[in-house]
């Protein structure tokens, strides 16, 4: 059964979720099992009509596994309000999370129009992937009130909410925070809410993860060159527990998708983020993937199921551990967060799959030397070893 923090303890009592698509509906399922009054707010009835019918069916399935007490969806929809206006939607809240498209000017737009109507202690959380919170809260009157939470897809499932302190936000904005999530129930677990103290793109778990796709991009225009089939390519590269392959999902999660994360963090961070060849072409000819009918695979009759029996034997996965331990390497040197094993718990969290921080303590040295390799392999210098990992003084941040 899920359990809740009692009601009267809490400093926050009405959540406002602005934005209710894909990731809103399922932040507000779970601030209504965890007994917040929860306000709806989108730019359209139907879009808020949608998500209501979204979370109602989400309790009513729970209820069904008996993980909430029988008849309580009924007593958890009593603290559910919508509305498109969201003046008037915040007038009484202490503290909103927005959801909507992710556009700099719209959000910043929300944001100060969010604040300017409601209470002065109310909190504006951004659950932003890429945009900076101190950009989102620079044309308010109230950046210390500012913080990001970012959720993993989808909320009521993923354990991990990073809550991401802008350059102005307060120590009690980001207190508060991490309270309403540790608060927030996961059906598949407990909670994990770990402070990103720098607001630098990824935060953390994009961030470590991120810097895998110049070497999945080596791989993938390697192979295309060699004309190399993908499902041998897609066997080397997938872990044979996953739900989906690597290949399945990057056709489910969208050619184009990635293209645009490549180019994020080619502005951002490197140029050697920069998309490969391969990707350009699929989205050039319009094979972004599931929603076209054809990316790396044919979608025409469905999922594909590839046969991963044969491998194409062209990927080494310790490049991935390395690139990974590496890039958590930069995360700690740039004060993003203070200690390896805050990056391992929340890849276990947000991603369901083991970080490479413990393994890179017993075996840096490994790891660094591979990496020299494949800097020069792959003609990428953001591949070096950064200092913290080559001497092994990480170990020391725990
Ligand atoms: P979505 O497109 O499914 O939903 C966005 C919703 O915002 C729509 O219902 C739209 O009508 C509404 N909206 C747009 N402008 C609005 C406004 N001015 N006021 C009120 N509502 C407005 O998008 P999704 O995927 O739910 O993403 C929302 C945010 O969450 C984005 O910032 C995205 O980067 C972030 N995010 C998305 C994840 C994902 O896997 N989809 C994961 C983590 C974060």
């Known amino acids: 059964m899920l359990s809740y923090k009692a009601i009267q303890m809490r400093r926050v009592k009405n959540i406002v979720v602005v934005g209710v698509g894909q ?3 399922g932040i507000a399922q779970v601030c209504l099992m965890a007994r917040y009054n929860v306000t709806l707010m989108d730019v359209q009835e139907n879009i808020v009509e949608n998500a209501v019918s979204y979370v109602e069916n ?3 399935k729970i209820e069904l596994k008996g993980q909430l007490q029988k008849g309580s969806t009924v007593n958890i929809l009593e603290n559910l309000r919508t509305t498109t206006n969201l003046s008037k939607a915040v007038n009484d809240a202490d503290y909103i999370i927005e959801a909507i498209i992710e556009k700099l000017d719209v959000k910043q737009k929300v944001c100060k129009e969010a604040l300017d109507n409601s209470p002065d202690h109310c909190i504006f959380a951004s659950n932003t992937s890429s945009i900076r919170i101190t950009d989102i809260a620079k044309t308010c009157n109230n950046p210390a009130n500012v913080i990001g939470m970012h959720f993993f897809n989808p909320p009521p499932l993923m354990r991990l909410i990073e809550i991401v302190a802008g350059e102005k936000s307060s120590k009690k904005a980001m207190d508060i925070g991490v309270e309403v999530g540790e608060n927030l129930p996961c059906l ?4 994990y809410v770990p402070r990103v103290l720098k607001d630098r793109p990824g935060f953390i778990v994009n961030r470590v993860l991120a810097p895998g796709r110049i070497y999945s991009d080596y791989i993938y225009d390697l192979a295309y060159k060699k004309s190399i089939p993908w499902e041998q390519v897609d066997a080397d590269i ?27 963090y080619a502005e951002t961070l490197s140029p050697d983020f920069a998309p490969g060849e391969l990707v350009r072409k699929q989205v050039a000819e319009g094979n972004l993937g599931k929603k076209t009918g054809q990316g790396f695979y044919d979608w025409s009759k469905g999922r594909p199921q590839p046969d991963l029996s044969k491998k194409a034997g062209i990927v080494d996965p310790m490049v991935y551990t390395a690139i990974q331990a590496n890039e958590g390497c930069r995360v700690l040197e740039e004060g993003v967060c203070h200690s390896w094993k805050v990056i391992d718990e929340a890849i276990l969290a947000g991603m369901n799959f083991p970080g490479p921080m413990k393994f890179a303590t017993k075996n840096y040295k490994q790891l660094a030397a591979l990496l020299e390799e494949y800097t020069e ?3 990428k210098p953001y591949l070096r070893p950064v200092e913290l990992l080559k001497s092994g003084k990480f170990i020391e941040m725990a």
Do not use: C, W
């Open 23 to 25: 990731m809103g509906r």
């Open 58 to 60: 989400g309790l009513n």
């Open 188 to 191: 598949r677990g407990e909670r």
């Open 238 to 264: 997938s872990n044979p527990e996953a739900p989906m392959s690597t290949l399945v999902l990057a056709d489910f999660i969208g050619r184009d998708v990635s293209l645009h994360t490549a180019e994020y």
């Open 377 to 379: 392999k792959l003609q």
